[in-house]
């Protein structure tokens, strides 16, 4: 079978089955383990996640006709192919995740809302829901890998930005909670940013964004601003421990925003499309509203505000800075991509990536792109001070773009901080190049 294809469950002598088309684009079939049979189950929707449990099938579309309301989950009886939607409280606004225990009698959903997580357990007669058990964890935790350890207990991992990762389980019936790792944090990170804070802003087409902000516990009047964009882009950035965020927050007063801008998973499969092929400059949009949104903040300083993104949150990183130069005090690029159509002109480049990207034989969409692409307006870049990352074994960007980039902003006599890793590729980091990082930011604040 060609393309992207992954087992997410089996049950007996059936599997589940998704094929990767695009991010916002995955399709169920259901293998017959004796006979090699394949059934396809769901071929319109996108369907991220699939699970097998007591004689049905469970899955969560995105744009399926027999949704009626969302958050959808489908049910299918195996046997009579019979689908039906389950339903869930009106308080239930998204899904993430699904898990049904092995007797499917129970049913685990983790969620989220800009970005924060929810653990909910709900009961299960037949295929429906019958009630909900009480909340057990507060909402201020990333919960990943949830598993069920038998019929009545489930085992997940938590944190948050205070908080590394920690293995913890919980007994249903007993209401008990096991701590199966303890986790250590060193003193001098230990209290010294806020809880995250829920960010939201409009849009130029009134769009809500949103993301989350960390900020030192003691910080000045006005503080300055670091924006995370994330890469993919097609993923959701949620509050992790993360300890570059403590020590630039509680050292240097910085206040440091992580945005899920347009394009980024757990909004909706419109939301995860709203950046593709020509709509690519509507992203760059997003991050200029957030500067907007940051000028109208007593709190924080719009005239000290920095970029940081990696990969594709690196193009958009600095993209952003091409338009608005007169409003960035600095730009960390990481590994980034520096040129859609040189991106797209590698062998490497598949079907996932022209859904998102565009198809590079499609000269119209590729001019335009080359509008946005840092690689094609370097003479636009206003001197705005720039640390660049690079790995030499990184295979996903061309090497030649990065280098061109460069040397082109050098050669106009802008200020280019650079590291070049002979030993990585795609991702290059490590505490060399955050200390890197932290010395860029404390120089130019």
Same mark, same amino acid.
């Given at each position: 079978?060609?393309?992207?294809?992954?087992?997410?469950?089996?049950?007996?002598?059936?599997?589940?089955?998704?094929?990767?088309?695009?991010?916002? $684009?995955?399709?169920?079939?259901?293998?017959?383990?004796?006979?090699?049979?394949?059934?396809?189950?769901?071929?319109?929707?996108?369907?991220? @996640?699939?699970?097998?449990?007591?004689?049905?099938?469970?899955?969560?579309?995105?744009?399926?006709?027999?949704?009626?309301?969302?958050?959808?989950?489908?049910?299918?009886?195996?046997? $009579?192919?019979?689908?039906?939607?389950?339903?869930?409280?009106?308080?239930?606004?998204?899904?993430?995740?699904?898990?049904?225990?092995?007797?499917?009698?129970?049913?685990?959903?983790?969620?989220? @809302?800009?970005?924060?997580?929810?653990?909910?357990?709900?009961?299960?007669?037949?295929?429906?829901?019958?009630?909900?058990?009480?909340?057990?964890?507060?909402?201020?935790?990333?919960?990943?890998?949830? @598993?069920?350890?038998?019929?009545?207990?489930?085992?997940?991992?938590?944190?948050?930005?205070?908080?590394?990762?920690?293995?913890?389980?919980?007994?249903?019936?007993?209401?008990?909670?096991?701590?199966?790792?303890?986790?250590?944090?060193?003193?001098?990170?230990?209290?010294?940013?806020?809880?995250?804070?829920?960010?939201?802003?409009?849009?130029?087409?009134?769009?809500?964004?949103?993301?989350?902000?960390?900020?030192?516990?003691?910080?000045?009047?006005?503080?300055?601003?670091?924006?995370?964009?994330?890469?993919?882009?097609?993923?959701?950035?949620?509050?992790?421990?993360?300890?570059?965020?403590?020590?630039?927050?509680?050292?240097?007063?910085?206040?440091?925003?992580?945005?899920?801008?347009?394009?980024?998973?757990?909004?909706?499969?419109?939301?995860?499309?709203?950046?593709?092929?020509?709509?690519?400059?509507?992203?760059?949009?997003?991050?200029?509203?957030?500067?907007?949104?940051?000028?109208?903040?007593?709190?924080?300083?719009?005239?000290?505000?920095?970029? @940081?993104?990696? $990969?594709?949150?690196?193009?958009?990183?600095?993209?952003?800075?091409?338009?608005?130069?007169?409003?960035?005090?600095?730009?960390?690029?990481?590994?980034?991509?520096?040129?859609?159509?040189?991106?797209?002109?590698?062998?490497?480049?598949?079907?996932?990536?022209?859904?998102?990207?565009?198809?590079?034989?499609?000269?119209?969409?590729?001019?335009?792109?080359?509008?946005?692409?840092?690689?094609?307006?370097?003479?636009?870049?206003?001197?705005?001070?720039?640390?660049?990352?690079?790995?030499?074994?990184?295979?996903?960007?061309?090497?030649?773009?990065?280098?061109?980039?460069?040397?082109?902003?050098?050669?106009?006599?802008?200020?280019?901080?650079?590291?070049?890793?002979?030993?990585?590729?795609?991702?290059? $980091?490590?505490?060399?190049?955050?200390?890197?990082?932290?010395?860029?930011?404390?120089?130019?604040?």
């Amino acid at each position: 079978m060609k393309g992207v294809w992954e087992v997410m469950d089996t049950e007996g002598d059936q599997a589940v089955l998704k094929y990767w088309k695009a991010s916002s $684009s995955q399709h169920l079939y259901i293998l017959d383990l004796k006979t090699a049979q394949l059934t396809p189950v769901d071929e319109k929707a996108n369907s991220r @996640r699939a699970f097998l449990a007591g004689g049905h099938l469970f899955w969560t579309p995105d744009g399926n006709e027999l949704c009626k309301k969302d958050p959808c989950v489908l049910s299918m009886n195996l046997k $009579s192919k019979k689908v039906s939607q389950l339903r869930f409280p009106e308080n239930l606004l998204s899904i993430n995740d699904v898990k049904v225990s092995g007797d499917g009698k129970r049913l685990l959903i983790t969620g989220s @809302r800009d970005g924060i997580d929810f653990l909910r357990l709900f009961q299960l007669k037949g295929n429906k829901i019958a009630q909900e058990y009480p909340p057990f964890l507060p909402n201020a935790y990333v919960v990943w890998h949830t @598993r069920w350890m038998s019929h009545n207990e489930i085992v997940y991992t938590i944190e948050n930005i205070g908080k590394p990762a920690s293995i913890q389980s919980f007994n249903i019936d007993t209401k008990q909670f096991t701590d199966w790792t303890k986790e250590k944090l060193p003193p001098v990170l230990e209290n010294k940013v806020s809880a995250p804070e829920v960010i939201r802003w409009k849009s130029f087409d009134q769009r809500e964004i949103s993301g989350y902000m960390i900020r030192p516990k003691s910080s000045a009047t006005k503080s300055p601003v670091l924006i995370d964009i994330h890469g993919g882009p097609q993923i959701l950035d949620r509050p992790l421990f993360n300890s570059q965020d403590i020590r630039l927050a509680s050292n240097l007063g910085l206040t440091i925003m992580h945005t899920n801008i347009r394009g980024s998973s757990g909004f909706g499969k419109e939301f995860m499309d709203a950046d593709n092929k020509e709509k690519r400059a509507d992203a760059v949009k997003d991050m200029r509203a957030l500067l907007d949104w940051i000028g109208k903040r007593p709190d924080l300083d719009a005239d000290k505000v920095f970029l @940081r993104g990696g $990969s594709y949150g690196g193009f958009i990183a600095l993209s952003t800075a091409l338009h608005e130069p007169e409003r960035i005090r600095g730009v960390i690029a990481e590994y980034p991509l520096v040129s859609i159509r040189g991106m797209l002109g590698q062998s490497w480049v598949d079907e996932f990536a022209k859904n998102e990207y565009g198809d590079p034989m499609d000269e119209k969409l590729m001019a335009s792109l080359d509008q946005l692409s840092p690689l094609n307006n370097a003479d636009k870049w206003n001197n705005v001070p720039l640390l660049l990352t690079r790995g030499k074994l990184d295979s996903r960007n061309p090497e030649k773009d990065v280098l061109d980039l460069r040397n082109q902003l050098k050669a106009r006599g802008s200020d280019v901080w650079f590291i070049y890793s002979t030993n990585d590729g795609h991702g290059v $980091s490590g505490r060399y190049v955050f200390a890197a990082v932290y010395k860029f930011l404390k120089t130019k604040i």
